[in-house]
C-alpha cells in the first residue's frame, strides 16, 4: 500500500505490491509512506510492515502482558492497541478509573478510563474483559460507553467479572477527603476515584463486588455493615466540607448526601441497581470464560498503572493500593504468572510522575512545570520550543520537554513531573517484571542537544543500618522507598543527542546514530531488551527493533 498524505485534511491511497527483504530475510510486504509531519517538514520512511510482523513473532493462542517499567503513563494504552491486530481478547487486571490510557488512529483520539482499550474492536468480535483484579467504577465504565457508542464503538463483547471490586460513593468521598485535610508531606496526590479505600476495604474482608449490583437487599445489608463506622468517622469531620466533596460530579453532585446520615444507604442502593440493570448482560465469571479460551484465542493483558507505583515493589508510600506488575495482572486475571508468553512494559524514554513522592531525576524539581508555565504567561520566557528544551535552566528545560511530549495526565488533567531516564529504577523494574521492554516518546527527546542519562544514585541520608546504607553510598538499583529515594542523588552520564526528525522512521536502522546509541546504553547498562519504539502517538508510529 502506498500511503500519501498532505498536512492533516487529504490523504490519497494507492496500491503498490511492494516486496522488501528484512534482515532476517523474510520476504514480507512493506508500506511506503510519505507524510508531512507536525515539525513542518516532508517525511518518507520504508518500513516493513508491523502487521506482517507481528503475525510472524506471535503464535495464536499467545498471551501478551502489556506492563510499565515507570510511574504510568507510559503509553501501555497504544501498545496495547498495537496489539489488536491479532488478539482476540484484551483484559484489564487491575487498577481502577484512576488509569487513563490513551490511542490516536488517524488524528482520532480514543482515552479510556474504566474499559480495556480493546473495546474499539468490539464490532469486529473481539472480546474486552474486565476481570476480578480491577476496582470497578459503574458510573465512570457508563460514561466511558456512553461516548464511545456516540463514535459508532460498540460493546456487545464486554465482560465483566462478578467478582470485581466496586466502587462505592463512600470510597471515592473518603479518598477526596483524605487528600484535601492532609498537609503536602502526607499527601499522596491520588487521583480521587476512591482507589485507596476501596482496596482497604478489600483487604478488610468488608468490600462489595460486581455481584452486589444485581442484588439490592444484599447490597443494603452490607452496605450498612460498612458504613456504619465510617459514618460516625465522617460525622466528627468538617459538615461544609463533606457535603462540598459530595456534589462533586464525581459523586453525582450531591444525590448521595442525607442530611441525618451523610450518606444516604437507599440512594446508594438505587442507582447502584441501576448500574447493575445496565451492566446484567456483561456481568458474567469472567476469569471461567478466559481460562476456557486459553490455547485457542491470543489474549492482551492491558496493564494499570507501572511496576513503581505498585502497592508491594513501588516507591511506597507514594504509590496506589493495588498490583501493577507482570505478575499482579496475571494474579487479577485469575492466571499465574508463568502462563503468560511475552510480558511487555513500556518504559518512556525520559521519565515522568504525577502526585507525589521522591522524583530523583526530576528536571527543575517539584514545582517546575508551575513556574515554567508561569515564565510562559508572563512572556518571562522566550524563543522556541526546541530552544526552551535546551534551555540552561533546568525549570525551563523541564517544563518544555513536559510541553513537547503533551505531559498532561490522562485522567485528571494535572501537568506531569518531568525527568531525565533513570536506570537504577529501570534496573529495579526489570527484576520485578523481565528484560522486554518497549521505548515509547523516543521522538520528544529530538533536538536536545546533550541527554543526560541516571546510571547510579549517590545516597546522601543518614547511615540506614536496616538495608544497610551509608552516607555517600553508590546505588545502582533503585529501593523503592521514599525514605531511601529522597535522599539519592543522580549520577548522570551525559550522550549526545540528534536533530533529526524521527517522527516518519520505522525501523532501527534508520534512526539517527545518536538515537541508536541512546537505546544501545538503555540496553547494556540495564540489561534490557528492547523489543519496540514508539516514535510519535499515532498507531502507525511504531515498529520492532
Ligand atoms: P498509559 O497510561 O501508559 O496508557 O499512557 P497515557 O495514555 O496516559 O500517556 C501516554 C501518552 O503518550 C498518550 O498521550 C499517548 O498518545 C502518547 N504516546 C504513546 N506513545 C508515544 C510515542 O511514541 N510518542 C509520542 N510523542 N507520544 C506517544
Ligand atoms: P495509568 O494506568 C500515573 C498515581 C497518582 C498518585 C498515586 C496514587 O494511566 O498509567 P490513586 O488514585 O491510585 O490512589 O493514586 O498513583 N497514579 C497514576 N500515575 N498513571 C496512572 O495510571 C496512575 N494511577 C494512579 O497520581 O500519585
Ligand atoms: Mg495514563
Known amino acids: 500500500m502506498l500511503t500519501l498524505t498532505i498536512g492533516w485534511l487529504c490523504a490519497i491511497n494507492t496500491s503498490c505490491p511492494f516486496k522488501i527483504f528484512t534482515r532476517k530475510s523474510q520476504m514480507i510486504r ?118 464511545f457508542a456516540e463514535t459508532g464503538v460498540t460493546s456487545k463483547n464486554l465482560k465483566i467479572s462478578f467478582r470485581a471490586k466496586l466502587i462505592l460513593p463512600h470510597h471515592i468521598l473518603l479518598d477526596m477527603l483524605s487528600e484535601s485535610r492532609v498537609n503536602k508531606v502526607a499527601k499522596i496526590g491520588t487521583t480521587g476515584r476512591g482507589v485507596g479505600p476501596v482496596f482497604q476495604d478489600h483487604v478488610a474482608r468488608t468490600g462489595l463486588t460486581v455481584m452486589d449490583l444485581l442484588n439490592p437487599e444484599n447490597m443494603r445489608t452490607k452496605l450498612r455493615r460498612i458504613l456504619r463506622d465510617k459514618i460516625a468517622f465522617l460525622k466528627t469531620i468538617d459538615r461544609d466540607l463533606v457535603i462540598q466533596i459530595l456534589q462533586h460530579d464525581r459523586l453525582e453532585n450531591g444525590l448521595f448526601y442525607h442530611p441525618e446520615h451523610i450518606l444516604d444507604v437507599d440512594a446508594i442502593v438505587k442507582r447502584y441497581y441501576e448500574h447493575g440493570e445496565f451492566f446484567r448482560r456483561n456481568i458474567c465469571d469472567a476469569e471461567a470464560y478466559l481460562r476456557s479460551r486459553l490455547g485457542e484465542d491470543t489474549i492482551v493483558f492491558e496493564g494499570a498503572q507501572g511496576a513503581l507505583l505498585d502497592i508491594d515493589e513501588g516507591s511506597y ?11 499482579g495482572l496475571a494474579q487479577g486475571a485469575g492466571l499465574s504468572e508463568n502462563d503468560i508468553t511475552e510480558a511487555l512494559c513500556t518504559v518512556k524514554a525520559y521519565v515522568t510522575r504525577v502526585g507525589e513522592g521522591s522524583f530523583p531525576t526530576e528536571i527543575g524539581g517539584y514545582n517546575a512545570v508551575n513556574e515554567y508555565r508561569e515564565l510562559i504567561s508572563l512572556n518571562i520566557v522566550s524563543g522556541s520550543l526546541l530552544e526552551q528544551m535546551n534551555s540552561d535552566k533546568e525549570v525551563v528545560q523541564g517544563g518544555a520537554i513536559g510541553m513537547m511530549g503533551n505531559e498532561v495526565g490522562a485522567t485528571t488533567g494535572r501537568p506531569r513531573r518531568v525527568g531525565w531516564l533513570d536506570l537504577p529504577a529501570l534496573r529495579r523494574a526489570i527484576q520485578i517484571n523481565g528484560p ?69 522512521i520505522r525501523s532501527l536502522h534508520d534512526l539517527p546514530d545518536n538515537a541508536r546509541n541512546y537505546l544501545n546504553v538503555i540496553e547494556e547498562y540495564a540489561d534490557a531488551e528492547i523489543v519496540m519504539i514508539g516514535v510519535g502517538p499515532d498507531r502507525e508510529q511504531t515498529f520492532f527493533a
Not at 317 to 327: D, G, L, N, Q, Y
Not at 445 to 473: F, R
Not at 491 to 502: F, S
Open 30 to 147: 512493506c508500506d511506503v509512506k510519505i507524510k508531512l509531519n507536525v515539525r513542518g517538514s516532508i517525511l518518507m520512511s520504508v518500513g516493513t510492515s508491523f502487521r506482517d510482523v507481528m503475525v510472524k513473532r506471535y503464535d495464536k493462542g499467545a498471551l501478551i502482558a502489556i506492563g510499565c517499567n515507570q510511574w504510568g503513563d507510559t503509553g501501555k494504552g497504544a501498545i496495547v492497541d498495537r496489539f489488536m491486530f491479532i488478539a482476540d481478547i484484551c483484559v484489564r487486571a487491575g487498577g481502577a478509573d484512576n488509569c487513563g490510557h490513551t490511542n490516536e488512529s488517524n488524528g482520532v483520539k480514543y482515552v479510556t478510563h474504566m474499559i480495556p482499550s480493546g473495546i474499539i474492536f468490539d464490532s469486529q468480535g473481539k472480546v474486552s474483559i474486565i476481570a476480578r483484579g480491577v476496582a470497578f467504577n459503574p458510573l465512570t465504565a457508563r460514561l466511558e460507553l456512553e461516548k
Open 317 to 327: 508510600p507514594f504509590v496506589t493500593s493495588s498490583r501493577c506488575t507482570i505478575a
Open 436 to 504: 522486554k521492554i518497549v521505548i515509547t516518546k523516543l521522538d520528544v527527546l529530538t533536538g536536545i542537544k546533550n541527554l543526560p542519562i541516571c546510571v547510579s544514585y549517590c545516597y546522601e541520608g543518614p547511615d540506614n543500618p536496616a538495608i544497610p546504607l551509608v552516607y555517600g553510598q553508590e546505588i545502582d538499583v533503585m529501593i523503592p522507598e521514599d525514605e531511601i529515594l529522597k535522599y539519592c542523588r543522580p549520577i548522570y552520564e551525559h550522550m549526545d543527542g540528534w536533530e533529526e526528525d524521527i517522527t516518519g
